[in-house]
């Protein structure tokens, strides 16, 4: 079974080390100094969950022709580069081709149908910390690394369960889901919420928890993702609300998620995640008629902090 993990960034290259010491039919699509670390010296992966160690692929390349058709491709990219890694791995699929995104955002098939050949899109949700420290160089740092996939509908593909047990002999807890529309909502509640509040306040949890209208805020942002996953059929756990206020009680001051810091660190709204993940929501409340105004207030003040640091 040829796999191809697309995109060795923090969380593709914590993947595709895991799946290539394991399995011998791993393919890399990098790019760039990427590209030639890899092909030079291995990918050097240093994880708390994994451990110290160098793979080699069994091929790393962007040439889609190089790489030939795949059974399984595992996406890690940016959701701003998602049209064009579509574009980029479509010669790669064909119809029994199961394409799996690790993206934030919530349920990444529906985005990517359009832009793919006919195969089979599953999603996937992933709990970990990880990061390139240069070029080929990948560092893990925390949370457990945990997997889950599934498929929006239809029966589960026999490639995805086989790559779910091949990342579990790797050292990655993975498993396959019959619900993975509450998985992604559960990941996106969590994530996509703190970006909201982040942005919202212009600033990290230490300032979000010291304005007056916090409460407010924290319990309405969370609860603005409920109304609008359950107008979609999709039902949260009893008090998940309260569950999430007390992981946001819990996270330390200087908490930031990856899209405020991009924004902070003076990018264009283009260039970051802000459409996939506040975006999105704006859109999905109203199209289900499910008012949002802290997502949508939120976005708002996000594209105002791009268009300022870029004039």
């Known amino acids: 079974m040829k ?13 595709g080390g895991a799946l290539a010491r394991v399995h011998e039919e791993t393919y890399f699509y990098a790019r760039g100094k990427s590209l030639e670390a890899i092909r030079a010296r291995g990918l050097q992966v240093d994880s708390k969950i ?15 022709a190089e790489l ?22 479509a010669p790669m699929i064909d119809e029994n081709t199961v394409v799996m995104p690790l993206l934030n ?10 832009w793919l050949p006919p195969c089979h899109i599953a999603d996937g949700t992933i ?10 160089m990948v560092q893990q740092t925390a949370a457990d690394g945990k997997i889950v996939m599934g498929m929006k509908k239809g029966p589960v593909p026999k490639a995805l369960k086989e790559t779910a047990a091949l990342l579990n002999r790797g050292g990655i807890p993975a498993e396959v889901t019959d619900d993975i529309c509450l998985a992604s909502w559960e990941k996106y509640a969590l994530m996509g919420t703190n970006s909201c509040l982040f942005c919202y306040f212009d600033g990290p949890v230490g300032k979000v928890r010291s304005s007056k209208e916090y409460e407010a805020a ?17 039902h949260f756990p009893e008090n998940y609300e309260d569950f999430y206020v007390h992981i ?11 899209l405020y810091r991009d924004l902070d660190s003076g990018k264009k709204a283009d260039d970051t995640e802000v459409h996939m993940i506040l975006g999105r ?31």
Not at 3 to 15: A, D, R
Not at 105 to 114: A, Q, R, Y
Not at 127 to 136: A, C, I, K, T, Y
């Open 50 to 64: 994994l451990g110290t160690f160098t793979v080699h692929p069994k091929r790393v390349s962007h040439d889609p």
């Open 3 to 15: 796999i191809l993990v697309f995109g060795i960034g923090g969380i593709g290259g914590f993947v």
């Open 68 to 89: 030939g058709r795949m059974d399984v491709i595992i996406l890690s990219c940016k959701g701003n580069g998602l049209e064009e890694a579509c574009r980029d791995m």
């Open 105 to 114: 955002g919530v349920l990444v098939s529906e985005l990517m149908e359009k």
């Open 218 to 234: 924290v319990h309405g942002a969370e609860r603005e993702v409920i109304s609008v996953a359950k107008a979609k059929g999709v």
């Open 281 to 311: 929501m704006a859109a999905m409340g109203k199209e289900m008629g499910i008012p949002v105004p802290y997502f949508a207030k939120a976005y708002e003040r996000a594209l105002a902090k791009a268009a300022k640091n870029n004039p």
């Open 248 to 258: 946001f009680e819990s996270l330390p001051e200087d908490t930031i998620t990856s």
């Open 127 to 136: 709990r970990v910390f990880s990061h390139l420290e240069g070029p080929g």
